[in-house]
Every structure is written in structure tokens, then in C-alpha cells.
């Protein structure tokens, strides 16, 4: 599948990456950790950056966590986005302390002064800001207007707080509008990619637990990215970051927009079934989890229909009775014992993502 995937929106500089202007989905998550904890807040970014997360966020509630900004930079890899509520001090700090990004709604700062300094603080690092609206606070004039939460309302309350950044002439601008919602926030993000050229982050919030989460998240953003829109996501699960990260990679991977992660195929199994599939599926897919090429591998549990079926496989093993065949684009290259079958597999991926990358 080709997704013809919006890039007409202007590209903003995010540390090293650019997010917008381009095809690319850029993977965010947040840290669950105190984040005046440095210890435990840069171990999570860096089992998140090893798990695939491009960007990550922290939060900055107060004083203590906007003070230990500098050495969270410091030690980490990736870029960071500190997010604010309300308190332009903390923005001025998190800004001063090096974050990459802020995330604060301008329209909730205050006084003109206030979003002066933050703004001209933001331009003077060369650093965006993501304007961040959530259906379930919006702001009461919009509220009133509408009755409750409405795309339009979402949209109107997006483009309020993009007005104050423009009229201090700052562009370096990234919108979310988030809702648990699914359906309003489809039509939220449909609405805004109309008639806002900043880059759009997606999400889906309070989508809920590992499982139910991940189904709703990728029902919600599955539509979104399905129709071009996003450049950044983040996943929002009541679980280990790291998941977060797994999910929208491979929600990346379903419309072909992450280009550096390996895809499983594997069967549904059968009666036909030789090999303990479903173990073996689950070793793999944890094994190329960390593979950094767009390859296909595939997993079956026999060779009656195995590698036909799987013939846009780049590599794959199907059980046989007593031996596994190991078939490269749905052509069988050798069998192999099924006691060493999946390590001979792993050693084919390694070389097949070798060959990727040498490319
Ligand atoms: Fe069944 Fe074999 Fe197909 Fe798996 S590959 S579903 S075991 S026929």
C-alpha cells in the first residue's frame, strides 16, 4: 500500500529532525517518571530512544522539574520537549535549560508581556512551540459558542492560539488536537489539515490500558494517517512508554510511513500447523524489533501454502515435519533442522538488513 501522504505543511526544526514539510511520521512518547528525578527519567528516555521513539516529552509541573532540564539534556540523544501548563517562568526555564520544544498554548499564558518573553525566547533558540488543544479543555468562550466539545470548536480554539503566535510573528508552530473521542478527533484533525499549515501531532488521548488503547489509538489515528494527515504522533497509553512507542511504530509500518523498522508476517495457523508457531512468531518479532530496514520476515507454520502466500516475505522459515524451510521471496533456499531453525533465520535477517542499509 502507497499512502500518498501530505507534505505541504511547513517544516519545523525539532533538534536534529525536521517535523513537517515531508512524508515522515516522527514517533514521540512521554516519560512516566518524576522528572526533577534525573536518574530515572533519562534510563526511560533511553530505553525509549532504543525502542524507536524519535522525540520524546517530559513534563514540567514546577520549579524543581524546570531546574533539572539541563543535565536530562545533557545525558540524552533525542530530542526534548518540555511541556507546560500555564506558567511562563517554567517556559522561559524549560526554554533557558535547553529544551528543543516547548508545548504551552500561548492563549493560557496571560498577560501580553508574558507571551512576549516566552515567544521571543523560543525565537531567539530557534525552538517551536506545539500548541496544544484538548477537547476536554477548551477554552469557555468556545465552549459557550458551541455548547460542548466540537471539531469546529477545536479547530476555532487551534487557530486562537496560532493567531497570538503570528501576530508576534513566530511560525515555528506544531498543532495537536486531541480528543478520547475517536470520531471527533478524526474530524478535528480532518478540519484543521484544511486550513492549518503547521504541522499536525496526532493523538488520541486517555485511549486507555495496553490493549484497549492500542486498539482505539490505531482505529483513531489509522484514519487520520490513512488520509495523509500527521507529522508526529504519540500514542497515549495507561502503560510502560515503551509500548507506546512499539504501537505507533507499527501502526507506522501498516501505511508504509516508517521506513526503518522490519514488519513480521506471520500465519493465523492451522491444523496443518508443524511448528510451534506461535512461540516462534513471538521470539522473531521481538528479535527484529530492533532491526533498523524496512524488511518483510515471515513466520509459518507449514509448507503446504507457506511460502507461495508469503511471497513478498524478504526472508522466511515454514515448519516442515522435523525441519523448517527457509525461503526467500516465496522461493525455498535450504532446510534447516528445527532445533536451529530460528537461529538460522535471525542470521538470514541480519544479513538481509545488512544489505538493506549498505544500499
Ligand atoms: Fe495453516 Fe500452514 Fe497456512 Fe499456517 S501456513 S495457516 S499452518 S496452512
Given amino acids: 500500500m502507497t499512502l500518498t501522504h501530505r507534505k505541504d505543511t511547513r517544516p519545523v526544526k525539532v ?29 526511560e528516555i533511553n530505553r525509549l530512544e532504543e525502542a524507536g521513539c524519535q522525540v520524546v516529552r517530559i513534563a514540567c509541573p514546577d520549579e524543581r522539574a524546570a531546574n533539572a532540564i539541563p543535565e536530562i539534556k545533557k545525558r540524552i540523544n533525542i530530542p526534548l520537549v518540555v511541556d507546560i501548563h500555564f506558567n511562563y517562568k517554567l517556559a522561559l526555564k524549560a526554554i533557558e535549560g535547553g529544551a528543543d520544544k516547548i508545548r504551552i498554548n500561548p492563549g493560557n499564558i496571560g498577560k501580553r508581556d508574558k507571551v512576549e518573553a516566552v515567544v521571543n525566547a523560543a525565537k531567539a533558540k530557534g525552538i517551536p512551540i506545539r500548541i496544544g488543544v484538548n477537547a ?99 500514542i497515549s497509553l495507561s502503560a510502560d512508554p515503551v509500548e507506546e512507542v512499539k504501537v505507533a511504530r507499527e501502526l507506522l509500518k501498516t501505511f508504509g510511513l516508517a521506513s526503518n523498522a522490519a ?42 501454502n507457506g511460502p507461495g502466500e508469503a511471497r513478498e516475505a524478504d526472508i522466511g522459515i515454514a515448519g516442515a515435519r522435523g525441519e523448517g524451510l527457509l525461503f526467500r521471496h516465496g522461493e525455498i533456499i535450504r532446510k534447516v533442522p528445527e532445533e536451529t531453525m530460528v537461529e538460522e533465520l535471525k542470521k538470514e535477517v541480519d544479513k538481509i538488513a545488512q544489505e538493506f542499509l549498505e544500499k
Avoid: W
Fill in 136 to 234: 476536554g479543555s477548551l477554552e469557555r468562550h468556545i465552549l459557550e459558542k458551541y455548547g460542548y466539545p466540537t471539531a469546529d470548536g477545536m479547530v476555532e480554539s487551534a487557530l486562537h492560539h496560532i493567531q497570538i503566535l503570528e501576530e508576534l510573528d513566530f511560525h515555528d508552530i506544531v498543532v495537536s488536537l486531541k480528543a478520547s473521542d475517536v470520531g471527533l478527533a478524526i474530524e478535528a484533525y480532518e478540519k484543521a489539515a484544511e486550513v492549518i499549515k503547521y504541522p499536525l501531532h496526532l493523538g488520541i488521548t486517555e485511549s486507555g490500558t495496553l490493549f484497549a488503547g492500542s486498539i482505539k489509538s490505531a482505529a483513531g489515528m489509522g484514519a487520520i494517517l490513512s488520509k495523509g494527515i500527521g507529522n508526529t504522533m504519540r
Fill in 15 to 43: 533538534g536534529n529532525l525536521i517535523i513537517g514539510g515531508r512524508d515522515e511520521v516522527i514517533i514521540q512518547s512521554m516519560t512516566t517518571t518524576k522528572t526533577h528525578d534525573v536518574e530515572a527519567t533519562v534510563a
Fill in 263 to 304: 514488519t513480521l508476517i506471520s500465519c493465523p495457523t492451522c491444523g496443518r500447523i508443524e511448528i510451534d508457531l506461535i512461540k516462534i512468531a513471538n521470539e522473531v518479532e521481538e528479535y527484529i524489533s530492533t532491526i533498523k530496514a524496512p524488511i518483510k520476515v515471515a513466520v509459518l507454520g507449514c509448507a503446504v
